[in-house]
């Protein structure tokens, strides 16, 4: 597992596999397989037995996508960049665009 700079909430563009190029903001973190789900891209179907309610059937929702498969998008510079870390005056550890130096964090 490594320490990862994206967090829930973050607009990500996707980098590789069959939905290249969307981007969508970060639904949820998988931590322990380093892999996230991200609004509107990777559907799958699952398929659901029905309850006792009777509703059943074939639904789609969001599948998770590897965590190395994603970079973050600058609010500044609208494309998917690298980042960095660094520390502020107050001790406080931010995440940086590496290309124009924007802060990330909110």
């Known amino acids: 597992m490594q320490e990862t700079g994206v967090k ?3 607009l990500v563009k996707v980098t590789a596999g069959k939905e290249k190029g ?3 903001k970060v639904l949820q973190i ?8 991200v609004e509107k891209v ?5 398929h659901k037995r029905p309850d006792a309610k009777g509703k059943g059937g074939i639904l ?4 998770s996508i590897h965590i190395s498969n994603v970079m973050l998008v600058c609010n500044k510079c609208n494309k998917a ?3 960095g870390f ?3 005056d107050d ?5 940086y665009c590496k290309k124009c130096n924007e802060i990330l964090d909110a």
Not at 30 to 37: A, H, L
Not at 60 to 63: A, I, T
Not at 91 to 95: A, C, G, H, L, T
């Open 42 to 46: 990777n559907f799958v179907k699952l």
């Open 60 to 63: 789609e929702k969001e599948g």
């Open 81 to 83: 960049v690298r980042y």
């Open 86 to 88: 660094k520390m502020l």
């Open 22 to 24: 969307k981007t969508g």
């Open 91 to 95: 001790n406080k550890k931010v995440r």
């Open 30 to 37: 998988v931590k322990k397989k380093d892999r996230v789900v």
């Open 8 to 10: 829930k909430g973050d």
